[in-house]
């Protein structure tokens, strides 16, 4: 075995064009997959296809995913939506259009295919609404999924944080079911990284308000950073790792854990 093993997989990558995804899909290029670029802009990367996607809008992810079609090995959820735009555009992008995405691609895998989705550390809080989470993850359709939140944006909170949480809850549900398939399902939750998602987080509230994310690090990470742990997840290498969130944050969280942050507010 070798490892990372993509020569000649075929897989998906959204969010592309630009952070996160377009540093997954150069180095996917680069390890020789056929990779398939998906977002609202044509990645650097010289990817096999390029298709326009927006994740709030359902019939954009299901002409993406039947202009791609074909088998598919293994896909990147990289694709987010800033912390600024409003609620409901939010959590279409960050969880319901990313789930649609997903479940459509699921009709092309087979096993031994594999999901990763890059989750945040603003997911991580999901252990205090557990049963919230399971009671929206469980709305059948992404219209169900917007009139849930409507009904429920109070107790949901904030639309990013919500909709990670969300992907957390939802890939770990959905670990259960696919590995029936034989075919895996991850997270990966980078902390603060130096995106032009950042850049513009930062431009709108202040960096002393990202300053905090850096702890016990000290430093931002860059987008490269973040591209092995998500190679890994969806390699063979990681043939046991199901149902998994690793944490690609500097120690934010281990650290927030420890000290009793999360558990005793």
């Not at 969880?95 to 991580?124: K, P, Q, W």
């Not at 000290?218 to 149902?243: C, H, K, M």
Request: proline share 5%.
């Amino acid at each position: 075995m070798t490892f990372p093993d993509y020569e000649n997989k075929r897989v998906i990558v959204t969010g592309a064009s630009s952070g996160i995804g377009a540093a997954v899909a150069t180095a996917l290029v680069e390890l020789g997959a056929e990779v398939h670029g998906a977002g609202r802009r044509a990645p650097t990367a010289e990817v096999a296809s390029f298709q326009p996607l927006d994740l709030s809008d359902q019939a954009s992810i299901r002409g993406a995913v039947e202009a791609i079609g074909g088998h598919v090995d293994a896909l990147f959820n990289c694709a987010g939506a800033v912390p600024m735009l409003p609620a409901v555009e939010i959590l279409k992008v960050n969880f319901l259009g990313t789930r649609l995405l997903t479940d459509l691609v699921l009709d092309h895998m087979s096993e031994g295919g594999a999901i990763a989705n890059c989750s945040s550390d603003g997911g991580y809080p999901w252990r205090k609404k557990r049963e919230l989470l399971i009671d929206f993850t469980s709305s059948p359709t992404f219209d169900d999924g917007v009139a849930w939140y409507e009904r429920n944006a109070e107790a949901a909170g904030h639309a990013y944080s919500f909709a990670k949480e969300a992907l957390n809850v939802w890939t770990m549900q959905q670990s259960a079911v696919l590995i029936q398939r034989g075919i895996r399902i991850n997270t990966a939750s980078p902390g603060a990284v130096q995106t032009p998602m950042l850049d513009a987080i930062e431009g709108a509230y202040s960096a002393a308000a990202i300053d905090p994310v850096e702890y016990p690090s000290g430093r931002r990470s860059t987008p490269e950073e973040q591209v092995a742990p998500l190679l890994f997840l969806n390699s063979d290498g990681a043939s046991y790792v199901n149902g998994a969130d690793i944490a690609v944050d500097g120690g934010f969280w281990a650290a927030q854990s420890v000290a009793g942050a999360l558990w005793n507010e």
